[in-house]
C-alpha cells in the first residue's frame, strides 16, 4: 500500500493567509507543523518512507522540499499546473503503471484533520484487502457527528460487500442545513472523506471508461505533458468518477475527522475565549461574540458577531461567517491574489 498526499491547491477560502504563492497545505494552521508535514507525519507512523508520495503543482516544489526535506525526487510527483483531483490522480495512476507497479494506492487531501491513526491503520489495512480484489474503489465514510454543510454525503447499504466493506447507494452534494439535519437521521448516511483506496489499473479502468478524452489526452502526451496538461479540464475526482463508477464501497469509520477547509472550521481545533471568539494576535475585544480574529498588526474589534476578520500584509478580510461560502468566487471574479 502506497499513500499519494495530494498538495496541489490553492486554498483560496483561506486568503489572505492562503494565497497562489503559498497555499494553505504550507501554512501551520493547526499548531506548529503545516498542514502538509502533519499528514505525512501522520501516514509515516504506520509506513516506511519510501510508500509515501506527494504530487503537487511544480511551483511549489521548493516550498515542499523545503517542509519535506526527507523526500527523494522519486516520491514527488509534478502536475505542470494545479487541474483539480481527476487529473491529479490520472496522472498519478499513469506514473504507477509506467513504473509496472499496480500496488494499491491511498490517495488522500494534505488538508485533513484525522485523530485516531491506529483506527485509520485500521481501516485503510480493510479497504486495501477490498481493493485488491478487482476493479474496485473503496473510501472511507465518517460517521457524522453534526449537521454540516461543507462537506458531501454518501448513503451505503446495509448489507457488506467482500466482508469488509457497504455498496455506496448514492452520493450526495454539499446540503443546505436544513437537508443536512435530514440526513442525519439516516443510519447509513456518512461524510464523504475524499480518501480513496483504489490500484492504478483500476484508475486507469474508470477513466477510459467516464474521462476517455482525458485519460488519451494523457497517455499520449509524452514530453509534451507541460503543454498539455494546463489544457486538461478542472475535474473534481468525485463528479469525473466517483459519482459514476458502478463499484464503489465505503468502509465507516468513527475516528475525529475534520476537513481543514474553510475559516470556519478553526473553532473546533482553537481554543475559544468566553465569548466563543478564536483569536490570534494583538487583538482586543469588546461586547463581540463567535468572531474568528486573525490579525498581524494591533486590532480593536467592538459590538460585532458572527464575523471573520483575517488581516496581514498581503490583505484584508471581513466577512460574515454565513457569507463565507463566497470567498472563493469573489477572489475569481477581482483576478487571483498572488
Same mark, same amino acid.
Given at each position: 500500500?502506497?499513500?499519494?498526499?495530494?498538495?496541489?491547491?490553492?486554498?483560496?477560502?483561506?486568503?489572505?493567509?492562503?494565497?497562489?504563492?503559498?497555499?494553505?497545505?504550507?501554512?501551520?494552521?493547526?499548531?506548529?507543523?503545516?498542514?502538509?508535514?502533519?499528514?505525512?507525519?501522520?501516514?509515516?507512523?504506520?509506513?516506511?518512507?519510501?510508500?509515501?508520495?506527494?504530487?503537487?503543482?511544480?511551483?511549489?516544489?521548493?516550498?515542499?522540499?523545503?517542509?519535506?526535506?526527507?523526500?527523494?525526487?522519486?516520491?514527488?510527483?509534478?502536475?505542470?499546473?494545479?487541474?483539480?483531483?481527476?487529473?491529479?490522480?490520472?496522472?498519478?495512476?499513469?506514473?504507477?503503471?509506467?513504473?509496472?507497479?499496480?500496488?494499491?494506492?491511498?490517495?488522500?487531501?494534505?488538508?485533513?484533520?484525522?485523530?485516531?491513526?491506529?483506527?485509520?491503520?485500521?481501516?485503510?489495512?480493510?479497504?486495501?484487502?477490498?481493493?485488491?480484489?478487482?476493479?474496485?474503489?473503496?473510501?472511507?465514510?465518517?460517521?457524522?457527528?453534526?449537521?454540516?454543510?461543507?462537506?458531501?454525503?454518501?448513503?451505503?447499504?446495509?448489507?457488506?460487500?467482500?466482508?469488509?466493506?457497504?455498496?455506496?447507494?448514492?452520493?450526495?452534494?454539499?446540503?443546505?442545513?436544513?437537508?443536512?439535519?435530514?440526513?442525519?437521521?439516516?443510519?447509513?448516511?456518512?461524510?464523504?472523506?475524499?480518501?480513496?483506496?483504489?490500484?492504478?489499473?483500476?484508475?486507469?479502468?474508470?477513466?477510459?471508461?467516464?474521462?476517455?478524452?482525458?485519460? =488519451? #489526452? $494523457? *497517455?499520449?502526451?509524452?514530453?509534451? @505533458?507541460?503543454? &498539455?496538461?494546463?489544457?486538461?479540464?478542472? !475535474?473534481?475526482?468525485?463528479?469525473?468518477?466517483?459519482?459514476?463508477?458502478?463499484?464503489?464501497?465505503?468502509?465507516?469509520?468513527?475516528?475525529?475527522?475534520?476537513?481543514?477547509?474553510?475559516?470556519?472550521?478553526?473553532?473546533?481545533?482553537?481554543?475559544?475565549?468566553?465569548?466563543?471568539?478564536?483569536?490570534?494576535?494583538?487583538?482586543?475585544?469588546?461586547?463581540?461574540?463567535?468572531?474568528?480574529?486573525?490579525?498581524?498588526? =494591533? #486590532? $480593536? *474589534?467592538?459590538?460585532?458577531?458572527? @464575523?471573520?476578520? &483575517?488581516?496581514?500584509?498581503?490583505?484584508? !478580510?471581513?466577512?460574515?461567517?454565513?457569507?463565507?461560502?463566497?470567498?472563493?468566487?469573489?477572489?475569481?471574479?477581482?483576478?487571483?491574489?498572488?
Amino acid at each position: 500500500m502506497k499513500v499519494i498526499i495530494m498538495a496541489g491547491g490553492k486554498g483560496t477560502r483561506f486568503w489572505p493567509k492562503s494565497k497562489a504563492s503559498k497555499p494553505k497545505q504550507f501554512l501551520a494552521l493547526l499548531g506548529k507543523e503545516t498542514l502538509i508535514q502533519q499528514t505525512y507525519r501522520r501516514y509515516r507512523e504506520f509506513l516506511p518512507e519510501e510508500d509515501l508520495y506527494v504530487v503537487t503543482a511544480t511551483c511549489y516544489l521548493p516550498l515542499l522540499l523545503e517542509q519535506l526535506p526527507e523526500l527523494h525526487a522519486d516520491q514527488i510527483i509534478l502536475e505542470p499546473e494545479q487541474r483539480d483531483t481527476a487529473p491529479c490522480i490520472a496522472l498519478t495512476a499513469l506514473h504507477f503503471l509506467r513504473e509496472n507497479c499496480d500496488d494499491v494506492l491511498v490517495t488522500t487531501p494534505s488538508d485533513q484533520y484525522i485523530g485516531d491513526v491506529p483506527k485509520l491503520k485500521e481501516a485503510l489495512d480493510k479497504a486495501a484487502e477490498v481493493a485488491r480484489q478487482g476493479n474496485l474503489i473503496v473510501t472511507l465514510g465518517v460517521r457524522p457527528t453534526r449537521p454540516e454543510t461543507g462537506y458531501g454525503y454518501m448513503e451505503y447499504e446495509e448489507e457488506l460487500s467482500y466482508g469488509r466493506a457497504y455498496p455506496v447507494k448514492r452520493f450526495i452534494e454539499k446540503p443546505s442545513f436544513d437537508k443536512a439535519v435530514e440526513l442525519l437521521k439516516h443510519s447509513c448516511m456518512l461524510w464523504n472523506s475524499g480518501i480513496f483506496i483504489w490500484k492504478p489499473s483500476t484508475i486507469c479502468f474508470y477513466m477510459e471508461q467516464l474521462q476517455p478524452q482525458m485519460w =488519451k #489526452t $494523457l *497517455i499520449q502526451s509524452g514530453s509534451s @505533458l507541460n503543454e &498539455v496538461y494546463p489544457l486538461m479540464p478542472k !475535474l473534481s475526482v468525485d463528479y469525473a468518477i466517483m459519482e459514476q463508477a458502478d463499484s464503489m464501497f465505503t468502509i465507516p469509520v468513527d475516528f475525529v475527522w475534520d476537513d481543514i477547509g474553510t475559516w470556519s472550521s478553526l473553532p473546533r481545533f482553537h481554543d475559544l475565549d468566553e465569548e466563543r471568539n478564536v483569536i490570534q494576535g494583538e487583538v482586543s475585544l469588546l461586547s463581540s461574540t463567535g468572531n474568528i480574529i486573525l490579525s498581524d498588526k =494591533k #486590532t $480593536l *474589534i467592538l459590538g460585532v458577531h458572527d @464575523l471573520i476578520v &483575517v488581516s496581514t500584509n498581503e490583505g484584508l !478580510l471581513v466577512c460574515y461567517k454565513p457569507f463565507e461560502q463566497y470567498i472563493k468566487n469573489v477572489l475569481a471574479e477581482n483576478g487571483e491574489r498572488e
